[in-house]
Each structure stands twice: as C-alpha cells, then as structure tokens.
C-alpha cells in the first residue's frame, strides 16, 4: 500500500540533496570544529559557511547573528529565557492564545516566577485584533514574542506591523518570533520588512534537514543572556560541540527551500486548494478552519461536525495516508486543541479537526486519493453518531444544542 505523507508541519522527509551533503561529515569529515589540528579545518570551515550561507537567505544579515541549536524548541525557550534573565527591572510579557507550546509553556512558567504575561486572543478565522494588541502594550512590557504562522491552521500574523508597532511604542521592547512553519515558506528579510524582529527561532526538520538541528537570529545589541552554558562554541552564547553534518544539512535545506519558494508557493497551493474545494463540496457541515485568515499555503486544517478527529486519523492511517489533528507535539492528548478553542471552534467540531500539510514532494495523484477516501471516512464515523441524521445526511436537530458546549 501506497503511502501517502500529508503531516508536513509535523516534520518533513531529508531531502535528497541534503543527505548527500551530510554524508561526508558523518563518515571522513567527522572532526570537532573546534579543535586545533589541520584535519578538523573542514569542519570548522563548513560551520561558517552554513552560516554565512542562513545569514544571506535571511537578508543579508551578520552571521554571527546566527546560533545553531538543537531544534526551534530550544531555540525558543532560549530566546524567551535569554531575555527575561537579561532584562529583570522589566516583569511584563506578550504572546498569543494559540502559539506553539514551546512558546506557551515558557510564558507559563515565567508567570510562576513572577512575571505578567498577556495572552492574547484571536478571533473565529484566528486573527489577531491589531488594535487589542497595541492596547495591551505598557511602559514595563520587556518581551513580546508572537508566531509567524500557526502551526496548526497555518493561519498568518502581520509579524512586520506588529514589530514594527512595538518598536515605535518603545525601542526597549524586544520582538521575538516562532518563524518554524514560515522558513522557507514566507518571505522574510531581516534587513527589511522584518528589520524590528531581534530574535527568530526555526527548526530544520521542517523544511527538508534532518530532526536535531535549528537556529536562532539573535540581532546585535539585543539585551540577551546565553541559555546553554558549558563551552566557548557559538562565541560562547550557546555551549555544546557543532552537529556539523547537520548544520550542513540545514544549509542546504535552506538553500532548496529558497530557490524553489515561489514555485512550491504556486504549485502546492493549488494542490491545497483543490482539496479544499473538492472536501467542502462532498461533505455537509465541514468547516476550514481559519479560512478567513491569509494561511500557508501548505496547511488546510478541517472542521468535520460530529465525528472525533481520532477516529478519522485511524481510518486515514488504515489507507496509508498520514495526516495530523493538530501540533505533533499534543497530539497524544485526547483534550481539544488549544488553537481551535480559542478560535471559538464549535464543540461539535472541535474533537473533529484533522490537519493536511503539504509539500513540494506531495502529487496531484495523493491529492486525488485523498479526495476519494476522506467523504467516505466521515460518512461511515457519523453513521455511529447520535447526533447525525444518516438518512437525511445532516443533523438531528437536537444536536444544534451542543454547538455552544
């Protein structure tokens, strides 16, 4: 049986390419970058260059601005505990209602540690109320950090009016942004439009490298303290030896996604649109979440009234197609996504959501497939539910009552 991988925002396959690259620091080329002798130039040499290499595709910025890190989860907690222990006379933080959990969590716990954090909220399409935002600006707000792009939805923040509102307010405040989904996907110029970020986080394994490598931007002069500690590596703002082959991994990850952007953006966004269209017009009471919203072009997130999202990926999974119910990261949980409740989600639908995220590598022939086995699906789970007419193929009409729930 045919695989058919749609769970993109989860994590993606190596490219090709990049595992090419990889190859000789794994095997000949395995030496530590920061030793001393002729025979681990090359892999001090390829460290540079990787980074030198993100630095350009993210506008041309300095590559020392640019740390590798493990993944954007430590890239975030980093960045976010950097500047709370960097900046103490200031106690006020900002972030979203539906940002990644490696963004959630940390806020969270700076509240146990006494800071104030405001999570704002966003609307039914998952918009954020710029107006709100900017009232919820004070003279001791230290930190904002909000997503680029929603990693469930796929729903997108105006990260360049926000951080350019934060820096007009007050230059003092930092703007920190989960860029994970967007890399790669998105347009983003640190010398330009996103001139008033000073610190971005990315992971590789969403564009194409292997898992166990990211980055974090961390523009000069921004107020910072080191997270990881214990060696001199990164100049000394972030300890631990180089994972060399994956750094070049991520380079040329990188390098793949920026050269073929716009042909991805124009080729998988129809592939997302034709299965947007075609699911809507086969099966009554499904929403897209987020349709009102400018999202990725690679993420369609579906609200099925009625059935249990669970029930749906099991099914899916039984035909060899891979899809998702929300942030890989709490998709073990049987509690409703946090994004999709606070996006007033319906409690008719909010067990029932299953996320579609392509790539360049997904066909018009896996799209297609999808289209003919997901109406099924849904049709044969509503057949058990009490609150769907199977005859008349609609509601009961006492199942109207749950939607507010």
Not at 264 to 276: H, S
Not at 287 to 310: I, K, M, S
Not at 385 to 405: M, V
Request: aromatic share 8%; hydrophobic share 35%.
């Amino acid at each position: 049986m045919q695989t058919i991988y749609v769970d993109n925002n989860a994590t993606t396959q190596v490219a090709q390419e990049v595992y090419e690259v990889m190859l000789p620091y794994l095997t000949s080329d395995y030496f530590n970058p920061s030793s001393m002798y002729e025979q681990a130039r090359g892999a001090s040499t390829a460290v540079s260059k990787a980074r030198a290499t993100i630095a350009g595709f993210l506008g041309g910025i300095h590559p020392d601005e640019i740390l590798f890190t493990s993944c954007a989860t430590e890239s975030n907690n980093a960045a976010i505990f950097g500047v709370a222990s960097a900046n103490p006379n200031r106690r006020h933080v900002m972030t979203t209602a539906v940002e990644h959990p490696a963004v959630l969590e940390v806020c969270l716990e700076l509240e146990r540690r006494g800071f104030e954090v405001t999570f704002l909220p966003v609307d039914t399409s998952g918009n954020l109320d710029v107006g709100g935002f900017v009232r919820a600006l004070r003279p001791d707000t230290l930190l904002v950090s909000i997503m680029h792009a929603n990693n469930e939805t796929g729903v997108i923040f105006p990260v360049e009016e926000l951080s350019r509102i934060c820096k007009e307010t007050d230059p003092s405040i930092i703007f920190h942004t989960d860029a994970t989904q967007s890399l790669g996907k998105l347009p983003i110029d640190l010398r330009g439009a996103f001139r008033h970020v000073d610190l971005l986080s990315f992971s590789g394994h969403k564009l194409h490298a292997p898992k166990g490598v990211g980055a974090l931007y961390v523009k000069r002069d921004t107020c910072w303290h080191p997270f990881m500690m214990g060696g001199h590596q990164e100049k000394g703002r972030r300890a631990g030896t180089e994972n060399v082959p994956y750094v070049v991994g991520l380079e040329k990850a990188c390098e793949l996604a920026f050269q073929n952007r716009e042909a991805d953006y124009e080729r998988v966004g129809k592939l997302r649109d034709r299965l947007a269209q075609a699911l809507q017009e086969m099966i009554p009471c499904l929403q897209v979440n987020g349709r009102d919203a400018p999202r990725l072009h690679t993420t369609l997130n579906l609200a099925c009234h009625y059935v249990e999202g669970e029930g749906i990926l099991y099914q899916l999974s039984a035909h060899g197609i891979c899809a998702s119910s929300g942030s890989a990261c709490t998709s073990g949980s049987l509690k409703p996504s946090h994004v999709l409740r606070a996006m007033k989600v319906p409690f008719t639908a909010v067990h029932g959501s299953v996320r579609f995220s392509l790539s360049r590598y997904n066909t018009e022939q896996e799209i297609e497939r999808i289209i003919e086995v997901f109406p099924r699906i849904v049709s044969n789970l509503r057949k058990l539910s009490p609150y769907w007419d199977d005859r008349n193929n609609r509601p009961r009409p006492e199942a109207k009552e749950l939607e507010n729930r």
